[in-house]
Every structure is written in C-alpha cells, then in structure tokens.
C-alpha cells in the first residue's frame, strides 16, 4: 500500500499541469520522468540496512566488457564527484544518477577498492542531509523530481550539488558556491596545479603527494583571499583533504603503480573532466579506507571567512585531532534534525534508520551514538 501510495503522489507530481504544463500523459514525460515512475514502481522505499563490504579486494580490469564507458544522456545527472560521475558512465551505479546508498557503498567498493568503513561513512554523511529517506534515492548531483516526492521544507533532498550541507568550498577543480559553479569541472583550477607549483609538477605531467598538498593548500589561500563566505569545517574540512589523496589512491590503475602514488595528467583528467576510466583500467590493490586515509599536511585549522582575509578558527572543530569522525557524524545528526524537525511516522522510521547506518559506518567508535528521531 504504502509503494503504491508514493507511487501516485510521484505520478501526480510528475503531471501536475504546474509542475510540467507541457506533459499531461505518461507519453507525453519526459525521458528522465519516465524513469522516475519506472524505478518508484522498482524500488522498495524507505531505509535498508547497508550492504556487507566485499571480500575480493584484489585489483582487476574495471573498465571491462560489462561496464562500457556511454556519456551522459540527456537527463542524465552527474555532480561534483569525480569518483561516482565515474561509476555512474560506467554502470557501476545506475547510469542516471540517482542511486540508493546501498548501490553506491557497493559500486565505490567494486569500482575503486574504496574500503567498506569510508564509504558508508561519506554516503550516509552526504545521503541523511541530501537524500530522499522515503525512497531511499539520492541524485549525485543536482536535484531532481527523480528521487521522489519532497519532503516538507525546511527538508531539501536537493542531492550531493546542495551547497553547505555535504558539498563545501574550496575543492581542487570546482569553483566555490558564492564564486561560481560548485560541480562543474573548471579548467582555471585544475590548471591551477601547474600554476602554484611552479616547474615541478603538472608541467612534468603528473600529480604527486606534494603537489597535491601544494594544490589542496592554495585552493584553501584562494578561497580565504576571494570568498566573502568561505567555510571550512567539518565535514568539509575532512573530505577537503581527504579528497586530494582520492586520485592518488583510487586514480592510479594498479597496472602502473599501486605504490608510487603519482598520477599522470591524462588519467587525472580523464576522471575529473570526462567522468571515464583510462583503458584498460584496473582498479587498485587492496582497499583504502578509513584506517588508510591520509591529509598530506593540514596546516589550516577549521574555521571561516568573515569577509575576504578574514579567517576565523573555529574552536569547537577537532578537524583531524581526536574525534573528528564523531564530531562529524553529530554535526551532521544536528543538521539532519533541523530539516526533519516534525517527520511524519514513516519519515521518522527511516531517519532513525539511516542515522543507525551512519553511525555503524564509524565502526567502533569512541562516542556514543545519538537518537535525535528516537529509537
Ligand atoms: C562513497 C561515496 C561518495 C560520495 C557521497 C562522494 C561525494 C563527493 C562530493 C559531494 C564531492 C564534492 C566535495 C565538495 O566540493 O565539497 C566529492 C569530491 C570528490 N570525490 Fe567523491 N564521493 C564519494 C566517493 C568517492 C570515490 C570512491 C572517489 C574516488 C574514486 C571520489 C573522489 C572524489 C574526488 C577526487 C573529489 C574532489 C574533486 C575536487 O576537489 O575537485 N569520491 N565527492
Ligand atoms: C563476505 O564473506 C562473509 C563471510 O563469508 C559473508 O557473510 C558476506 O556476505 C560476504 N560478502 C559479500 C559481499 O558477499
Ligand atoms: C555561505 O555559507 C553558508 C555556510 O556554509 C552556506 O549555508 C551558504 O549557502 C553560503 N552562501 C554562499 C552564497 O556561499
Ligand atoms: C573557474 O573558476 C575561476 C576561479 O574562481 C573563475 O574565475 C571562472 O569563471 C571559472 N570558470 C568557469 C567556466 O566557470
Ligand atoms: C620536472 O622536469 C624538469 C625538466 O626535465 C626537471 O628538471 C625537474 O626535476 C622535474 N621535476 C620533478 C619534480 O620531477
Ligand atoms: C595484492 O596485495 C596482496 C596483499 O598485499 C599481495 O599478496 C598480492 O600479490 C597483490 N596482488 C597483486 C596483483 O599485486
Ligand atoms: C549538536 O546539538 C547538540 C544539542 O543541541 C549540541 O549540544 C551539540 O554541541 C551539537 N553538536 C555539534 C557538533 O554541532
């Protein structure tokens, strides 16, 4: 009853002559809209438990025979990351852009060897603030009507492109919020990598850990000199640096090198720019997770921009001293409240849910977990 129900009200959506004056039939919607109601009928809503980490962590060809590269069709969605852009022209996630976090905890796993623990904790970190917890459905960029029903503001489910709940400002080759386009990949900034750092680096045609600190670093000196708004605390403070080690640890195919983190330029700009494995690739050795991930030299504490050159330290956020996995995991509880302040029964259900998977990602952690839409 309950599937049936969202199903009618996401019809009703999706014809509303004031939503899409120009499409009164199912033969009249739109491709994407299609879509929509085919995987509402599909799908089963409401929170599902993660799914279990995979046990063949080994490298193996990725871009393979089942998983051919096909750009975005129209309607399509891709965002601000590079890694499930990727999977998603692949078919590791479902090609339009709208995923459940299950499938997307399997395909960071299967497709890049990301480890079980950090990818449950980034996609219920993204998936509480962004995501549809009724349908269980998350755009990996913009929002869209594909995700199912809204709920009652001040809720957004305005996927991964919503600035200020995951998504933050200075990453490495998308613009800030307050300066430009936040998922769009941007050409100045990547080429910004050859710019900072002098002779050394792209110029030699490839990234290496100290370019990528020396990038990751003046895109954070960029966005305190330019951006009136800049913030930078958790979570955008972790993923921030955790994200410049990203194309070392997941970019390289095992083929060239599982140990010599260095990237060349092509491959580099086959993922970030055109969402596409390089040929032949092979996914790393082993999984990276959170035990392994590493933030080449956080010399900004967390903090904000009050005005331009006016950065302030937060002092509340641990950043990566001690604690930082839970302060984030409560930021984000807090912030999951505050856009669900009266769920109904069944919104409820599912917040508690996928609050219960967050805070499993963190594994055995030190902080207690929190009930902020009951037990
Ligand atoms: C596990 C689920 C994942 C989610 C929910 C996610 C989400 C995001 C988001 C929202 C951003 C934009 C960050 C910002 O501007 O604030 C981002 C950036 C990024 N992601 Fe992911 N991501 C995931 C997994 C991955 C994987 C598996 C990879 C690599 C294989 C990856 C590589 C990157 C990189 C390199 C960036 C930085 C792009 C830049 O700075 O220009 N991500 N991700
Ligand atoms: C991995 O192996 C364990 C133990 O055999 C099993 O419970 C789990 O379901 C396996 N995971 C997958 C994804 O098959
Ligand atoms: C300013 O920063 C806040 C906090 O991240 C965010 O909610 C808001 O959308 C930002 N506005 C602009 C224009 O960047
Ligand atoms: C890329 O980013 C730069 C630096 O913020 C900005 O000036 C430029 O307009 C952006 N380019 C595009 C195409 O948005
Ligand atoms: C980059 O290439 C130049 C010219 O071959 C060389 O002198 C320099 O040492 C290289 N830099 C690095 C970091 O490899
Ligand atoms: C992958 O790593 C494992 C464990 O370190 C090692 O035994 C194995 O030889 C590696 N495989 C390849 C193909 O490098
Ligand atoms: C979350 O909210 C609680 C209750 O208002 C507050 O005590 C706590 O400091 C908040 N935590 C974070 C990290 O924002």
Redesign the pocket.
């Known amino acids: 009853m309950f599937s049936s129900l969202l199903t009618a009200s996401l019809l009703s959506l999706a014809l509303s002559a004031s939503a899409f004056p120009e499409y009164r039939s199912l033969a009249g919607l739109s491709a994407a809209e299609v879509r929509a109601v085919a995987r509402t009928f599909q799908s089963t809503p409401g929170a599902q438990p993660p799914p279990p980490a995979i046990n063949d962590t080994s490298s193996k060809l990725v871009f393979d025979d089942a998983h051919p590269y096909e750009p975005a069709r129209p309607g399509d969605i891709r965002?601000?990351?590079?890694?499930?852009n990727?999977?998603a022209s692949h078919g590791y996630l479902d090609r339009s852009g709208i995923a459940t976090p299950g499938e997307?905890?399997t395909a960071?796993q299967e497709?890049?060897n990301?480890g079980w623990d950090?990818?449950a904790f980034?996609?219920y970190?993204?998936?509480v603030v962004d995501g549809n917890h009724l349908t269980n459905l998350l755009s990996i960029g913009e929002k869209t009507p594909e995700t199912g029903p809204d709920a009652p503001a001040p809720a957004i489910i305005g996927g991964?492109n919503t600035h200020g709940a995951?998504?933050?400002?200075a990453?490495?080759?998308?613009d800030d919020f307050a300066l430009g386009n936040?998922f769009l990949f941007n050409e100045t900034?990547f080429d910004q990598v050859s710019i900072s750092s002098g002779d050394r680096l792209w110029v030699n045609g490839t990234l290496d850990i100290t370019s990528a600190a020396v990038h990751r670093h003046n895109r954070i000196l960029d966005s305190m000199a330019r951006n009136p708004n800049f913030t930078f605390t958790t979570p955008?403070y972790l993923?921030?640096y955790a994200?410049?080690t990203?194309?070392l640890?997941?970019?390289v195919s095992h083929q060239k090198s599982d140990t010599s983190l260095s990237l060349g330029l092509d491959d580099a700009r086959s993922?970030?720019q055109n969402n596409k494995f390089p040929d032949g690739f092979y996914r790393r050795n082993g999984s990276y997770g959170l035990t392994e991930v590493f933030a080449p030299f956080p010399d900004v504490l967390p903090g904000k921009n009050e005005g331009v050159g006016n950065y302030v330290v937060d002092p509340e956020d641990p950043g990566f001293n001690g604690g930082g996995l839970c302060y984030a995991y409560y930021k984000q509880s807090n912030l999951t409240l505050a856009m669900y302040p009266d769920p109904t029964d069944e919104l409820r259900t599912a917040l508690q849910q996928n609050m219960a998977s967050f805070y499993s990602a963190l594994g055995d952690p030190t902080c207690e977990e929190v009930f902020p839409f009951g037990q």
């Open positions: 965002g601000p990351c590079p890694g499930l990727t999977l997307i905890i960071v497709g890049f990301m950090l990818a980034v996609t970190a993204a998936f991964l995951f998504e933050g400002d990453s490495t080759t998308r936040n900034l955008r993923t921030a994200e410049t990203f194309p640890a997941f970019f993922f970030l």
